[in-house]
């Protein structure tokens, strides 16, 4: 009985392991927003595409792209064996971004890539510094 417990339990364990990468990165820029004092971002908002980041008041949509799974063209993210298999899938997948990005500015929202490795460094990126221009007046 024990044996099954644990069992499961490593699974669970292995199952967070998986999808951690996205959400420090996530965090990461949860930190940088309250560092330069940006406010009112709305996380698992619902919205076409499923954005990590909603503005509702600035209708902005931000995602935070993992280097290697969106393709970005910065070092550390080549495959290294199985090209083939891992350039189709990151093939899928930044022909899916482009699609969502297209999908919701047509429906005029502002939608912000911003990458694993730009978020690293610790800093508001440039991409997004309208964010301070635009709630500057009135900030408390
Ligand atoms: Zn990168």
């Known amino acids: 009985m ?3 417990f644990s069992k499961d339990k490593r ?3 292995m199952q967070s392991n998986k999808r951690r990468g ?6 990461k820029l949860i930190e940088i927003f309250k560092k330069n004092g940006v ?18 008041k600035e209708r902005t949509a931000i995602f935070t792209d993992g280097c290697f799974w969106h393709g970005h063209d910065c070092r550390n993210t080549k495959p290294a064996s199985n090209k083939e298999y891992w350039n189709k899938k990151i093939e899928s997948n930044k022909d899916h971004d482009r699609k969502v990005t297209h999908a919701l500015e047509e ?3 502002k939608v912000v890539r911003l990458w694993e490795c730009e ?14 221009e635009e709630q500057c007046p009135d900030r408390e």
């Not at 996205?22 to 965090?27: C, D, G, P, Q």
């Not at 978020?119 to 301070?132: A, E, I, N, T, V």
């Open 119 to 132: 978020l690293r460094k610790g800093y508001l990126p440039q991409k997004l510094s309208f964010l301070l």
């Open 39 to 56: 406010k009112g971002w709305r996380r698992r908002f619902k919205l076409f595409g499923s954005p990590d980041f909603v503005f509702p």
């Open 2 to 4: 024990a044996d099954i």
């Open 107 to 109: 429906k005029k929202w």
């Open 11 to 13: 699974f669970q364990i």
């Open 22 to 27: 996205n959400k420090s990165t996530e965090l």
